[in-house]
């Protein structure tokens, strides 16, 4: 018989802090989630855990939210396995002490990046001061030595950075083979200072001499000696994708050793994504709230675009353990569904919600929707209708 393959959604109704212990310690890859933001509402998270918030050095509200918040990264971090990574999405009202918060519980030096997302390009236009546009993710790995985060993404990779093509079509460009970096040098990295023998009538590159050759060792703009950034074996390896070429430089035409760059090379192109993310790359507020009423209606107020969690999916490998313990309205779940239906991937998705009873009179609770759970419920079972993946369920 065909092996079933794995429902891509799990939800479980319930306190983050009683159904985290309840997971495997080491089995999530990848946490992404929007916790309260604190803008002054009252928590639906009560910390059983601790009864000295008054001593916290946190003043009023701020005391509370990071009472209520460290019993929870401590159980994230938990059952985080060693190569995983933690991404939280904040404003400014708690993103200082969020900050030193997950510094605490992970690590300072496990810090990945603090990123700035673009989610209102309009700006908040009511009450006093600046129009603000931003929120930010903050991002930890469990250890930071074998944290599987590549913060690079395919997506991202612009062609148009690759303007020269071989006659055959394929598209590149050229970067210098001379490290431009100075900190590497024939002092720091003595390996890598040696004669090259290039012929810039052929383009030819080799690590001995041939006809027409002429030998070439590594210099910095200024004439000061460099390195290159391949070694012998590796030169002798891709002979093909170096080429000998004259140049004009500061001093006039010179003949140097370039690398042909391939936009389309062997396991993907990638390249290093910015720390600033803009609404029209990974969508807003309100494209996000779009999203949600497609599904099961306007019944939530500010939920995160997919296109923020997918980009931050494509930082990790496609068969990831998920986790989202403050699952909102299931944005989490929905991109993942997205992702494995786009890519042919097998990721999972463990989300968690609270069955705070949504607030008397909004457009949840005229939906019939009595708690928060049930809204991320109805999005993740519309999910598995509309996308593909199935839904697993439970209470408690």
């Given at each position: 018989?065909?092996?079933?393959?794995?429902?891509?959604?799990?939800?479980?109704?319930?306190?983050?802090?009683?159904?985290?212990?309840?997971?495997?310690?080491?089995?999530?890859?990848?946490?992404?989630?929007?916790?309260?933001?604190?803008?002054?509402?009252?928590?639906?998270?009560?910390?059983?855990?601790?009864?000295?918030?008054?001593?916290?050095?946190?003043?009023?509200?701020?005391?509370?939210?990071?009472a209520m918040m460290r019993p929870r990264l401590e159980a994230v971090r938990e059952v985080l396995a060693p190569h995983g990574a933690v991404f939280m999405s904040i404003d400014d009202n708690e993103a200082a002490h969020l900050r030193l918060l997950m510094d605490e519980v992970f690590g300072e030096a496990n810090f990945l990046a603090q990123i700035v997302v673009n989610l209102n390009p309009k700006g908040r236009q009511l009450g006093r001061g600046f129009a603000t546009s931003h929120e930010y993710v903050l991002a930890y790995a469990r250890n930071l030595s074998s944290c599987a985060v590549d913060g690079s993404s395919t997506a991202s990779v612009d062609e148009a950075d690759f303007p020269l093509r071989t006659p055959d079509g394929r598209r590149f460009r050229y970067l210098p083979l001379r490290n431009t970096?100075?900190?590497?040098?024939?002092?720091?990295?003595?390996?890598?200072?040696?004669?090259?023998?290039?012929?810039?009538?052929?383009?030819?590159?080799?690590?001995?001499?041939?006809?027409?050759?002429?030998?070439?060792?590594?210099?910095?703009?200024?004439?000061?000696?460099?390195?290159?950034?391949?070694?012998?074996?590796?030169?002798?390896?891709?002979?093909?994708?170096?080429?000998?070429?004259?140049?004009?430089?500061?001093?006039?035409?010179?003949?140097?050793?370039?690398?042909?760059?391939?936009?389309?090379?062997?396991?993907?192109?990638?390249?290093?994504?910015?720390?600033?993310?803009?609404?029209?790359?990974?969508?807003?507020?309100?494209?996000?709230?779009?999203?949600?009423?497609?599904?099961?209606?306007?019944?939530?107020?500010?939920?995160?675009?997919?296109?923020?969690?997918?980009?931050?999916?494509?930082?990790?490998?496609?068969?990831?353990?998920?986790?989202?313990?403050?699952?909102?309205?299931?944005?989490?779940?929905?991109?993942?569904?997205?992702?494995?239906?786009?890519?042919?991937?097998?990721?999972?998705?463990?989300?968690?919600?609270?069955?705070?009873?949504?607030?008397?009179?909004?457009?949840?609770?005229?939906?019939?929707?009595?708690?928060?759970?049930?809204?991320?419920?109805?999005?993740?079972?519309?999910?598995?209708?509309?996308?593909?993946?199935?839904?697993?369920?439970?209470?408690?």
């Open positions: 018989m065909p092996e079933t393959p794995p429902v891509w959604n799990t939800f479980h109704a319930g306190d983050n802090l009683d159904v985290l212990p309840r997971l495997e310690p080491g089995s999530v890859d990848l946490v992404y989630t929007d916790p309260p933001y604190n803008t002054g509402n009252d928590f639906a998270y009560a910390d059983r855990f601790r009864d000295d918030a008054h001593a916290d050095p946190y003043a009023g509200r701020h005391a509370a939210w990071t970096n100075k900190k590497f040098n024939p002092v720091s990295a003595p390996t890598l200072h040696f004669a090259l023998h290039g012929d810039p009538v052929t383009g030819r590159v080799a690590t001995t001499e041939f006809p027409g050759s002429q030998a070439l060792t590594p210099v910095f703009g200024d004439g000061r000696p460099a390195v290159w950034r391949w070694s012998r074996p590796r030169v002798d390896e891709r002979p093909d994708d170096l080429e000998c070429r004259v140049i004009r430089g500061r001093t006039g035409a010179r003949v140097d050793i370039f690398q042909r760059d391939w936009l389309h090379r062997e396991g993907g192109r990638r390249k290093k994504l910015r720390t600033i993310w803009l609404a029209e790359e990974i969508g807003s507020t309100d494209t996000a709230v779009a999203e949600l009423k497609a599904l099961v209606g306007h019944v939530f107020e500010s939920p995160k675009p997919t296109g923020l969690v997918r980009r931050i999916l494509e930082t990790v490998p496609r068969d990831v353990v998920v986790l989202d313990p403050f699952a909102g309205s299931g944005t989490t779940g929905h991109a993942v569904a997205l992702a494995n239906a786009a890519d042919g991937g097998t990721r999972r998705c463990i989300s968690i919600n609270s069955t705070e009873p949504t607030r008397e009179g909004s457009n949840a609770r005229l939906a019939g929707l009595a708690t928060v759970a049930d809204i991320t419920r109805a999005r993740l079972a519309a999910v598995a209708e509309c996308v593909g993946g199935g839904l697993e369920t439970s209470v408690g």
